[in-house]
Nanobody, 126 residues
Framework: QVQLVESGGRLVQAGGSLRLSCAAS????????VGWFRQVPGKEREFVAT????????YYADSVKGRFAISRDNVKNIAYLQMNSLKPEDTAVYYC???????????????????WGQGTQVTVSS
């Protein structure tokens, strides 16, 4: 079983940048595709970005396309979410998630993920 731990969330001003990290332990992250999701209290969790196990395939929600970038370092067992040009509406708890799959597989659906981190809070002030 892989354990995922997010970090990097904090308070930032609108227009600023943050990089979130998702550190894996217990299994090598290279066996897993990874997704980032976010949730605001009272709302459903929503998809943000996903990356395949080999790092070749990525996919983004329209709301973050061009501003966020997902990446991974399979040697360090860490996945990242680089967030630029942040907006107040990006404020949420951000979760990373993973599951085993073929090298190029990605998914924007929560039900495709079996392992979840505890989340990290990102707050963007206006």
């Amino acid at each position: 079983q892989v354990q995922l731990v997010e970090s990097g969330g904090r308070l930032v001003q609108a227009g600023g940048s943050l990089r979130l990290s998702c550190a894996a332990s217990g299994r090598t992250l290279s066996d897993y595709y990874v997704g980032w999701f976010r949730q605001v209290p009272g709302k459903e969790r929503e998809f943000v970005a996903t990356i395949s196990a080999n790092g070749v395939s990525t996919y983004y929600a329209d709301s973050v396309k061009g501003r966020f970038a997902i990446s991974r370092d399979n040697v360090k067992n860490i996945a990242y979410l680089q967030m630029n040009s942040l907006k107040p509406e990006d404020t949420a708890v951000y979760y990373c998630a993973g599951n085993g799959g073929s090298a190029y597989f990605t998914s924007k659906y929560e039900y495709d993920y079996t392992h979840w981190g505890q989340g990290t809070q990102v707050t963007v002030s206006s």
